[in-house]
């Protein structure tokens, strides 16, 4: 018979869920730690793009990604008895010449074949944006519903008796035992996003605090069927209402959204087209981000009890149902993890 663990999970995001919805699986007992304030996971697009478009590159890992988290994700639906899943497809308006002939080189190797439509007449003369070098067709993205998802997983873990809704406290915590308020875990995992310094443990890895600022407005002139990006993207969220994102703030943690980010924004809204728009919010929240563009896996080197799993970054919708499952393999099974995600590579 399997030993069953019991373990605490320091933070409800994205890392933190896709974990515990991964042990509970395997059938541990799970209690997860959040305060219900969330400004990373909750105010982010959740867009799964399947392309770098800098470098006309697949993203990391992408053929593995993808399609578990579009399983991951439907299968999280029916569990928690909400809609969270949306595919959809990019129109990525080029910036350049060099940019067209990178995607015309790439369209028809084994490769793209599923991320990248072959470029027709229709896209080269595309005329519901600003298209002077014409325009690609992204397939297989999609768009996640991150308030719904942070909202709904903790609704779950508080009608199953798994969460504790609090700030963790040091006070009540031996990271020598693992005892937290008295009770003993044989795993306890800090997903704690960009407030990874604000707890000793693993405050020396060099998680950055990367702020980005979102805009939502309401038009009846962007096209709805797709989410145009150049400059920024535009998610359309239905009813002729879309986001538009995002700003990128290095080493920035404040909420605040700033007039100097919404300017940006439709300034860069205003290269993809001059669309009469009407502004209804601005949203801004802190990425974890790793120098490296890769999260951080893995054990304290003095605390055998304690783990780290962060640093999903922009990319971290795509990531995160793979690296939950690896994690909570290495966690249970000791299946060991790769050197690129480890957070050996940085202790």
């Known amino acids: 018979m399997m030993d069953k663990k019991n373990i605490l999970i320091v933070g409800a995001g994205l890392a933190g869920s896709c974990l515990a919805q991964r042990l509970l699986e395997l059938g541990h ?80 190797l084994p490769e793209f074949e599923n991320y990248l439509s072959l470029i027709t007449d229709e896209d080269n003369n595309y005329d519901r944006a600003n298209n002077p070098f014409g325009s690609g067709r992204v397939k297989n993205a999609f768009w996640l519903d991150s308030e719904k998802f942070y909202q709904s997983n903790l609704l779950f873990f508080q009608k199953n008796g798994m969460l504790l809704k609090e700030s963790f406290s040091l006070n009540d915590f031996n990271p020598e035992e693992g005892v937290y308020k008295g009770k003993n875990y044989d795993h306890i995992i800090f997903c704690c996003g960009y407030q990874n310094k604000e707890l000793p443990f693993f405050a020396e890895l060099p998680i950055q605090q990367t702020k980005g600022q979102t805009l939502a407005i309401s038009s009846n002139e962007i096209p709805d069927n797709e989410s145009l990006n150049r400059k920024c993207f535009v998610l359309p969220l239905g009813n002729s209402v879309f986001r538009i994102g995002a700003t990128y703030e290095w080493n920035n943690y404040s909420l605040a ?75 249970i099974d000791g299946i060991t993890i790769s050197k690129e995600i480890s957070s050996e590579r940085f202790i």
């Open 29 to 108: 007992h799970i209690t997860v730690l959040d305060k219900g304030e969330n400004h990373a996971t909750s105010v982010a697009a959740g867009m799964g793009n399947p392309m770098v478009f800098r470098r006309m590159n697949k993203s990391w890992r992408l053929d593995e990604f993808l399609p578990e988290a579009k399983e991951f994700y439907i299968s999280l639906e029916k569990k928690l008895d909400t809609t969270l899943f949306h595919p959809i497809t990019i129109r990525r308006l080029f910036s350049s010449e060099q940019e067209r002939n990178s995607w015309v080189e790439k369209q028809n």
């Open 257 to 331: 959204p700033t007039d100097e980010g919404k300017e940006l924004l439709l300034s860069n809204l205003n290269v993809i087209g001059d669309f009469k728009r009407t502004i209804m919010s601005q949203h801004a929240g802190v990425r974890p981000t790793v120098l490296d563009r890769r999260p951080i896996l893995g054990k304290h080197p003095e605390f055998s009890k304690l783990f780290i799993f962060n640093g999903l970054g922009t990319k971290g919708y795509m990531m995160a149902p793979t690296l939950s499952r690896e994690f909570a393999n290495y966690l």
